[in-house]
């Protein structure tokens, strides 16, 4: 009878070895992986103000009247819509119940207003879907984290039309 050896495993110095390449690899994977998720973040918030703005105005032309894209809080000039915004048919007052459609704030991230839109807090559309004081301007969404750019900016034109592009935040 012979007496042969297989082998049937790992070594422990194999596993080592495997283990410390794949904590290499994981460290240069998450830095990159939590800049994605920023971003994700960012786009999703953007997407979130225009689709808002467009939806105001597609109701207040099919129901006839005014609707309004209004801001929770608009107390900080920096960040006028940052604390969340709603969608409300008829006369604007808050965002309490009942409204149309409600989007929650993000510490994250700021919405800060400029150009004929600095300081206000809300965008009123009229029954054929135009801003009801005829103002450009834009909201500049960034991250509050400096290392993130860049950020989003969603133009409004006078007619109300949003339009996103990028925006260089943190110089």
Do not use: H
Not at 17 to 27: F, T
Not at 64 to 80: C, H, I, K, L, Y
Not at 99 to 128: C, I, K, P, Q, Y
């Amino acid at each position: 009878m012979t007496n042969k050896s297989t082998d049937n495993g790992f070594t422990i110095v194999e596993l080592m070895v495997s283990l410390a390449i794949a904590a290499i690899l994981m460290g240069y994977a998450l830095p990159a992986f939590n800049d994605f998720l920023t971003q994700r973040t960012m786009t999703t918030r953007v997407n979130e103000f225009v689709a808002a703005v467009n939806y105001a105005r597609s109701e207040a032309a099919r129901l006839g009247g005014q609707v309004t894209v209004q801001a929770v809080d608009a107390g900080d000039s920096a960040n006028e819509w940052g604390a969340g915004y709603c969608v409300v048919a008829g006369n604007p007052g808050d965002c309490d119940p009942p409204v149309l459609r409600m989007f929650e704030g993000s510490d994250n991230v700021t919405f800060n207003a400029t150009g004929g839109l600095n300081n206000l807090d809300r965008l009123r559309f009229n029954a054929r879907g135009m801003l009801v004081v005829a103002v450009a301007g834009t909201v500049e969404i960034c991250s509050t984290d400096a290392e993130v750019d860049p950020g989003r900016q969603v133009t409004l034109t006078l007619m109300g039309r949003p339009d996103a592009s990028e925006l260089v935040c943190n110089p």
